[in-house]
Each structure stands twice: as C-alpha cells, then as structure tokens.
C-alpha cells in the first residue's frame, strides 16, 4: 500500500485491519463491524519506535533469490520501501542450470530509489567447500557453482579462496552463507586464517549462531557477523511466521551511514569496517569509548578500563541488554516489566586483549523466533595482540587437521595438477597459521 486503499467488503461482519512497516515501526490494529451501505473511512497511524534516530541505520537483507529483468526493478524497489529495507541484494545461483537470474551486474545491475537499492551478486556453491556469496561484483565470477551436485561436471576447482580473490578485484564483498557454508565440508577456516573474507553469515531462518561465532572470536579471527533470509527459502519455515514479520528482511544487517547516492554503496562500506548491526527486531545502539562497533582500540600496560553505553528499544519489552567480553557476559540490565528502553552505561576493566559487543533480547509472539539485535564488536588490543583464548585456538586447530584431511584427499578431481598444488598449499599454511601462538590479524 502507497499511504491509502480501498477494499468492498461484506456487511455484518467483525473485521481487524493490520498494517506493519517493517522492524522499527510499531505495528497498527484496528478492529470493526461494518453496517449494510456503511462507508467507514478507518485511519492507522505507524509510529516509528527512535524518531529521528532509526532514519540513520540503513537496512539490509544480504540473501534474496529472487529473477529480476529490468522492466521488475520498481515493483522490488517498492517492496522494499513497504518493509523499510535500504538495501536487497538480490542474488543469483546454479543448480545444473542458473536461477533467480539477474540481468546485469555492478552499477548496471543496480536499481535505485532516493534511500533505496537493489544491487546483483551470486551465491557460488558446492559440496566441496560450502555455500559462498559474492555481494555488489560488477560482474560475475565464474564458473558460478562446481561439483555434480550443483554444476555439470566433477572438478573441485576453483575453490572459494580462488574465488574470493577474483571478487574483491571486481568490488565485492564476499564471504560465507549459512555461517560456515552449510555443508559437511567447509573453508571457512582456511579463508578466515588469511583474511580472505569480508563478513559470515550469522544471523538466518530467525537463529543467531552466537556461540560458533564468538569461538572464531576467541580464536583469534576478526569475524564480520552478517544476515540474510535466504528468501524464498525463507517463506518455507515452519511454523510460517506471524503476519508481522517482513518476507524481506525478516532478520537484517545494519549500518549507521548516510545513503548519498546509492544505499548499497553506502552499506557495503559499512560492512567492510566491520559497523554492523544485527537485528530481527530492536534497534540497539553501542559505543565504547566514543567507538562505534568494527572499530580497533590498541592499549598498553598491564591494565585498561573502558565504558560505554548499549541502548536497546523496541514497539514490545525488552527482557534484558548485555555487554559481551571475549563470549561471557561483563554487564547486563535486566528492566521493569513492560520497559520498551533500556539504556545500559558500563565500565569494564580488561588486562587481556579482548573483543566486546552488546546483544539484546525482546519479548516475541506466539510462532516468531527469538527476537535479538546483536552488534558486531569492537577489538580492544594490548598492545596490538590479537584476542587469544586458548581452547577457542585450540578447538579451531583441531577442526582443521579433521578438514585438512579432507582437503588433502586425491579423490578431490582437479583439472590440473597445478590446481591440486595451490590448493594443498593453501591447507598447509592454514595449518601453519593455526599453529602459532598468535594468529596473524588484520583490519
């Protein structure tokens, strides 16, 4: 609807109309009878939960399937103003032959409105090595999918590093889907080791994957945490969602930045320096230090003390805001009953280089998930370190030797030996990255 809509409807009947903007407007509900020859003119009013603070996070699904030819993009556009989602990145994929194609790629590609874009990517998938997404390229990278299951032929190569490259040259953002790539076999780890990869896929199918995802923090990688739908997978769940819920955008990444002239650029940005927001319901606004989340903060001396502010509001009651310290909760607020903002001031003294972030969780409807927002974290070193907690390392070493193996196997077909030899290169230096003391770690 564009503000206004007229509807015939029988008389004598008890009717409840319901209108919902996406996450940060409170829904509207209004319930009637209507008279024989009545003509009623009913009035809902949408009210934004943070007036003049929520226009400046642009939204953003990472992962829709959906065909788009040209002639489409103001029928999408409109979608997306109607769930107040900035940004669809509409994607294309393979499975034995191409689907939700899109017609071209890069700004070509991109359909806009003032606040709003559409920009094409792909999801490249195979067994081998997990689900991968390319984000904005300007064209793309192929061969899209490898492997009998998705493609036509055996080879298991390009693997996603090769991939990984090429679409950073071509301007896209890249990284896993599904958090490590939804198959048996992954190389997320590989590409984590050698900052390969732009963000992970964290937040999907209304699960926050917190705990595999604050162990990759512990390890010591520095994890970009990202959500996407998957839609129209997405429309399958079951129980299906409330009416209430966006079909795009039902769980969104967000980035505090002013659209200019294309939103997508604008979010990509964001998503690079790591200023994520995750959310399914509650705006969630943190600062550390006067830092905003992605940001690095190198201390030294055998101690520090930090504060900050995490604030969470929603249209229902917040249960609880907690600041996170290298996984374990360092602060929490637990508010009144019915309390719909809760801002939370801490102090936390660290002796240890440690990442922090704040999460939130808010009351949800019958058939919904769990209803969190999540931001991505600010890395606080000592003196430049990066975050070690010794069974995280661990866990993620051992994980690799058990992929190694897989990786290392002959059965893996490559076209060329010389394919075989890079990608055996690549499992062994990921090896040797795992082993040290400290990983290597980059902005």
Known sequence: MDGQATFDLPAGNEYRLEAYHGLFYQPAVV????QPEERRRIQLRLTPIAPDRQQQWISADGHIHLMRAQQDDYVFLRWLQADDLSVGN???LQR???AAVQYSFGEAGEARLPGYSIRSGHESRSR???????LGPREMIRPLSVGL???????AYPFPAVLFDRGRRTGAVVGFAHFDGGQPNSALIMNLARNGIDFVEVFQMGVLQTQPWYELLNAGFRVVGLAGSDFPVSANRRPPLPRSVPLLGPERALVNRAAQQSAYEAWAEGVRSGNVLLSNGPLLEFSLDGESAGSVIVWEGPS??????????????????EVIVNG????????????TEVSLPFTIQLDESSWIAARTQADRLDEEPEIWAHTNPIYVLKEGEPVYVKKAREAIRQRWEE??????????????ETQRSELLQRVNETRKILEQPQPPWSQ
Do not use: K, M, W
């Open 31 to 34: 319930e009637f009878t209507l």
């Open 90 to 92: 509409f994607l294309e």
């Open 96 to 98: 034995q032959q191409h």
């Open 128 to 134: 081998f090595y997990g689900h991968t997404l390319f």
């Open 149 to 155: 299951e998705y493609a036509n032929a055996p080879e």
């Open 304 to 321: 520090t003390t930090v504060t900050g502010t995490a604030t969470a509001i929603f249209h229902r009651a917040i249960q609880r805001v």
């Open 328 to 339: 374990r909760v360092a602060a929490r607020s637990v508010p009144e009953p019915g309390q």
């Open 403 to 416: 992929e190694a193996l897989y990786y290392s196997d002959p059965s893996l077909v490559c076209g060329a």
